[in-house]
């Protein structure tokens, strides 16, 4: 099993709305997790880390859930930018130093 | 500021044929990394490097090598191409090394488009 998993969408959501996505994680010890952003045919860029107090940026609002073993991510007054495939980031498993990537949510927001 | 430059940025090479990725930061970073992107697969560690002269493997190391002879380079290589090495190559570097509780940020390079036919 991977040690993060997304849905990868794509979320269509009109430009405006509200939309938010999860990302569950298999190691009950990770501490740190991000959310990086990639768009089309370009590398990706850090989005926000997320603690375990949440993290807000903006419209961008990223959240810790230990009990559920999930972060999320949400978005508010979406817009059209805002396009793009959301990655989930967080520690290797069994305790071992690095990051995996999940495979990523692709948001279109549409006008 | 360049940050992490990768070159090419698109190459076509035939089965078996051998060639170079290059990857430079001016950040000063200790820990470089090369992934591979590929449809469905997401994001996956192929070596890093904790300093100058140092590699380890990641999740998928058969079919290449790399070097770090210098702090700012990390190079990749590929001795004998094969069509599974198909693929978007992004190296990435970092101030430090990610640890389960510690937050830090990788910052990517544009990305390196190989096609093998």
């Known amino acids: 099993r991977k040690e993060v998993e997304q849905d990868p969408g794509p979320f269509n959501v009109p430009e405006g709305a509200t939309v938010a996505f999860n990302c569950t994680y298999s190691n009950s010890a990770s501490q740190s997790f991000f959310w990086y952003r990639q768009d089309c045919r370009k590398e990706p860029k850090l989005l926000m880390s997320v603690y375990s107090s949440g993290n807000e940026d903006g419209r961008f609002t990223a959240q810790l859930n230990r009990a559920s073993q999930y972060i999320s991510l949400l978005i508010r007054d979406s817009k059209l930018s805002d396009s793009a495939t959301y990655l989930c980031v967080g520690p290797s498993g069994g305790g071992a130093d690095g990051l995996t990537f999940g495979k990523g949510t692709h948001l279109i927001i549409q006008p | 500021n360049a940050g992490v430059t990768q070159t090419p940025k698109f190459r076509v090479l035939k089965t078996g044929q051998s060639m170079t990725l290059l990857c430079a930061q001016d950040m000063n970073h200790e820990y470089m990394y090369w992934y591979r992107q590929d449809p469905g697969m997401g994001l996956r560690l192929i070596h890093y490097?904790?300093?100058?002269?140092?590699?380890a493997k990641g999740e998928v190391p058969d079919g290449y090598n790399v070097s770090r002879l210098k702090k700012q380079n990390f190079l990749l290589g590929l001795e004998s191409a094969a069509p599974s090495q198909t693929s978007v190559y992004f190296c990435?570097?970092?101030?430090?090394?990610?640890?389960?509780?510690?937050?830090?940020?990788?910052?990517f390079g544009a990305g390196s488009r190989l096609t093998v036919l």
């Open positions: 990435a570097s970092s101030r430090d090394y990610p640890r389960p509780s510690g937050a830090n940020v990788l910052t």
């Open positions: 490097s904790v300093g100058e002269g140092t590699t």
